[in-house]
């Protein structure tokens, strides 16, 4: 038996080194498409110096130097504008790092930042080349791992809009010749056979042939159509006719990427925050003014500082909107690194924070208008200005007056991508065109969902792909959607006849906990809250706030200021809601209506999504899931065998009492032994075999245990006390060649 080397520089380690690197390159290429990753590029240069290092037998130290360095800086020209490892470099470093520290131990994932993202994978990374090396190199086993590289591929193909055609063949092509070479390399050690790298790369360069001729062949030969050509409907979510592969399942909660909208997603009843308050009202975050045909982007805007809290920056009012000044009190359960307001927002005030000693700086984006903290807040009070909306002062709005007199406003407010279909623009002209006033249109395209038969979904919602158009997917094609598919859509349609309008997400009023004799409500609002909805630009008025997605009624109320009046002098009432302006819905009543009756509320999730309590409804979609999620197991638990069946032998084994537990406990080793590359040769006695596989694991337990085994088996001696002196020696050998 040839001993094992150490790791010299020469032809096959510089393949293996390759060929490892672009196994691992295909980990990376679907990151910039199924998640929000940019700069994708800067992890391959990361992978490149890592296997680099690794090839020229750097010192580890050395290495790690390197490696953290070039880390650093690509952190550093991605998100720092700092001096390079200045100290006001690692003070925000150092910030970043608790900030991130707090949200994982509130197990609030969606809160990391960017940064913080990008480290753990520069980490993650960093580990998987070094196993990769290792595995090539040294244990000589790379089968599984590359098992696993064509599943996530294929998992990434399948459910989302990533295109894996061209990365299984790499896949392939790439896996069999690293297989094969380890195998052969393998086989060199244990048989003393290929004494040089010459007889290695003589069978090696035919081997690397036969691969590439093998893919080519398969490639070019023609193939017949999927016979199942949607199999996964439910992961998907495209529903039927849409197409496979469209699907991206996400989960409810707020998010700062809208930039591709739609697919199905999944419910988290997480709490974010509880909200004492005297009216009902949606929480804003944050506004995108950009339609882009795929979801939402933004302008570019200024940050500007909010001193003291006061807000004398940002105003949705205009000076004779009519106005209630209300209070209203927050507390946290998971921390963001912005505030959550009501609009009118006039200031805030810090109650409590995690560093008592810590002066807060309120920042707010002037085109967001998402208002930034730089340290966490666990509660706060706000003070904002409750609007009424006058029917009459609407109808009154005179386009061109305002901030429209701003030829820069009403562009960014008006924006459509050129590739917007025409038909989008003839449908809102279709139904704005019997209606005068601003506000009559947008209530008539507001009431045309609930109209013509669009339905609320949350599972099969398509998600468009190639030149598709987000909306006009919705419009023509599925009707089918949530809060993001309604809210996008009457977005363009208002702008397509020259409304101002923008795109609003934050979170609806959340669950009534309590309610008061005062009138203070007490709410709590979770990830299932999240929502995005409509405001509406009206001159002389301001922004105003509408509601399109079916099963939702907007908090502000229209009143008519006439009926108004007369009322309040008769009876003192003084809300009286427009009567027929209220969409037409299955069930428009409020969330406190249901609450006290025993119902439970439809809640919408940040991007669109509602929370109903489910009763057991096993649907074929659902068998469907159960039965995937079986084989998926199953498939794990037979592929896997190899690392969870010794464990299961020596619980089974070290605790038997049967008299024949030595000798099953004996076979079973050399089954395992056998299956990890060591097996024993036709004719080979047991003490020969036992050498050498002491010769192989470097131990002489082997043996030890084959001269108990003997005494056993041909003198008869006492096969239970055997086993009480051999389990310790058994169990080591069992753990050692599965390692």
């Not at 299984?168 to 380890?182: D, P, Y």
């Not at 006390?721 to 050998?733: G, P, R, Y």
């Amino acid at each position: 038996m040839a001993k094992t080397t150490p790791f010299q520089r020469n032809l096959y380690a510089l393949m293996m080194h390759l060929f490892g690197f672009l196994l691992l390159l295909e980990w990376v290429r679907p990151l910039s498409e199924v998640t929000d990753t940019s700069n994708a590029y800067v992890f391959v240069v990361f992978l490149a110096v890592a296997f680099t290092i690794s090839y020229l037998q750097i010192m580890p130290l050395i290495g790690f130097v390197i490696q953290t360095g070039f880390m650093f800086y690509f952190l550093h020209i991605l998100y720092m504008k700092e001096k390079f490892l200045s100290k006001d470099w690692f003070s925000i470093f150092w910030a970043d790092l608790k900030y991130n520290v707090s949200v994982i131990f509130a197990a609030d994932w969606t809160a990391m930042s960017g940064f913080f993202r990008s480290l753990l994978l520069f980490i993650l990374l960093w580990l998987i080349s070094y196993l990769l090396i290792y595995w090539i190199l040294y244990r000589k086993k790379m089968f599984l791992f590359v098992a696993l590289s064509i599943t996530y591929v294929a998992i990434l193909d399948t459910f989302t809009t990533y295109n894996g055609n061209g990365a299984i063949i790499r896949l392939i092509v790439v896996g069999l010749i690293l297989v094969g070479f380890v195998h052969i390399e393998r086989v060199r050690e244990q048989e003393g056979i290929f004494k040089n790298n010459k007889m290695i790369m003589a069978w090696g360069i035919p081997f690397i042939i036969m691969v590439f001729g093998a893919a080519t062949i398969g490639y070019l030969s023609p193939k017949a159509a999927p016979q199942w050509p949607d199999p996964v409907p439910f992961f998907t979510g495209t529903g039927e006719g849409f197409g496979p592969g469209n699907g991206q399942v996400r989960k409810l909660g707020y998010g700062d990427n809208d930039s591709r909208l739609g697919g199905p997603f999944i419910g988290d009843p997480s709490v974010v925050f509880t909200a004492e308050v005297e009216k009902r009202h949606y929480w804003r975050v944050e506004t995108k003014d950009i339609y882009t045909g795929k979801g939402w982007e933004v302008s570019d805007g200024e940050s500007i500082e909010l001193i003291n809290g006061q807000n004398t920056e940002v105003n949705w009012l205009a000076d004779k909107v009519e106005t209630e000044s209300l209070q209203a009190t927050i507390d946290m359960e998971l921390t963001y690194p912005h505030i959550n307001y009501p609009i009118g927002l006039q200031s805030v005030i810090p109650l409590w924070r995690e560093e008592e000693s810590e002066e807060v700086t309120f920042e707010v984006n002037s085109v967001t208008e998402k208002i930034s903290t730089d340290v966490s807040l666990q509660s706060y009070s706000l003070q904002y200005d409750y609007p009424r909306y006058y029917i009459e002062r609407l109808h009154r709005a005179e386009p061109g007056a305002g901030l429209e007199s701003d030829e820069e406003f009403v562009e960014m407010y008006t924006q459509l991508p050129s590739s917007l279909p025409d038909r989008v623009k003839d449908l809102a002209e279709e139904i704005t065109s019997s209606f005068e006033t601003r506000y009559d249109k947008a209530k008539a395209i507001e009431r045309y969902f609930a109209r013509n038969g669009f339905e609320y979904e949350t599972t099969n919602v398509a998600v468009p792909t190639g030149n598709q158009d987000y909306v006009d997917q919705f419009l023509f094609e599925t009707q089918l959607g949530y809060c993001d598919n309604f809210s996008t859509s009457m977005v363009v349609m208002l702008r397509s006849v020259g409304i101002p309008a923008r795109w609003v997400k934050g979170y609806t009023h959340g669950d009534l906990l309590e309610l008061t004799n005062d009138g203070t409500r007490m709410y709590e609002v979770s990830n299932n809250n999240a929502h995005s909805w409509v405001e509406v630009y009206f001159p002389e008025v301001g922004w105003v706030t509408f509601e399109p997605t079916s099963g939702f009624d907007n908090p502000y109320n229209f009143v008519y200021e006439s009926t108004l009046q007369n009322e309040e002098s008769e009876n003192g009432e003084d809300l009286i809601p427009e009567n027929n302006e209220t969409p037409e819905q299955e069930n428009p009543r409020n969330a406190e209506d249901m609450l006290e009756e025993g119902g439970s509320e439809q809640t919408d999730n940040g991007s669109g999504g509602t929370a109903f309590q489910f009763g057991i409804n096993l649907s074929w979609k659902t068998l469907l899931f159960i039965f995937v999620g079986i084989a998926f197991y199953a498939g794990l638990l037979f592929f896997t065998r190899n690392k969870w069946l010794p464990y299961y032998f020596i619980f089974l084994y070290k605790r038997s009492k049967d008299d024949k537990a030595f000798m099953k406990a004996y076979k079973v080793l050399l089954q395992i032994l056998n299956k990890n590359g060591v097996a024993r040769k036709d004719g080979q006695t047991l003490r020969e075999y036992a050498k050498f596989v002491d010769n192989y694991l470097y131990t002489d337990a082997m043996q030890t245990l084959t001269e108990r085994y003997e005494r056993v088996i041909y003198r008869g001696d006492s096969s239970s006390e055997e086993w009480e002196h051999s389990k310790e020696l058994w169990e080591n050998l069992i753990k050692k060649a599965s390692s």
